[in-house]
């Protein structure tokens, strides 16, 4: 395979070849031991040779592929809030691989989903490779960030590296609101509480504040006009 040697360990299917003192037979099936990293990626050509002194080979062109772990260079969004209820989150990467039967598992966590959808695909072997994956997010995990996976299905079996991740805040809270009265000309104010970030956005009564600053995780002030 690839210009590499290997040595079936089974045969299967085989009958007897008669008329012969070599105790010789013919098989219908292989299996062969391929040592992990000893192929590169891509599709390489298969060459199938019987041993001496019949010593024919059978050649066939691309007929073995070799898949990258899939990888995952961004996810859209990366966080919610744990309130937010379910969540369909579009992963982008590359080597993303389904078959007409199976489909790569992402998990999240603890948790496993299975896809929407793939999508931007290229044929390989007998499936094909995606960059674009879909997956419903039921919004059950727990506050807090959380490593998330693609596992490519069986033969190929490879998984992504484990470093991104997927952040589910809690709500922010209000512990005090400063000052209490403004006057109806407006001015400045401040709240505090917790799970503020940079995109926290306020409103009074419906109405969005504007000119909204984050101070910290506990703080943000605004301009009430």
Known sequence: IGGQSFTASASAGCTDIGGTTLGASSCTELTIQVPQGSLGAGSHELTVTNPDPAGCSVVQSNAFNVLLPPAITDIDPPGFCSTAGPATITLTGTDFYQDATSLPTV????????????????????????????????????????????????????????????????????????????????????????????????????????????VSDTAVSYTHL
Do not use: K, M, R
């Not at 693609?150 to 952040?167: A, E, F, K, Y």
């Not at 009564?205 to 504007?210: C, D, I, Q, S, Y």
């Open 107 to 214: 998990s999240v966590g603890t948790q496993d989903f299975v896809p929407d959808s793939l999508s931007n695909c290229a044929p390989v072997g007998n499936g094909e490779v995606c960059t674009t994956l879909v997956f419903t997010y039921d919004g059950t995990l727990p506050f807090g960030d959380h490593v998330l996976v693609v596992s490519n299905p069986d033969p190929t079996g490879c998984s992504s590296d484990g470093t991104n991740i997927l952040s589910v805040a809690g709500p922010p809270t209000i512990s005090a609101v400063n000052p209490l009265q403004i006057c109806a000309a407006g001015g400045s104010v401040e709240v505090l509480g917790s799970g503020f970030t940079s995109a926290t956005t306020v409103s009074i009564g419906g109405t969005p504040a504007v000119s909204v600053t984050y």
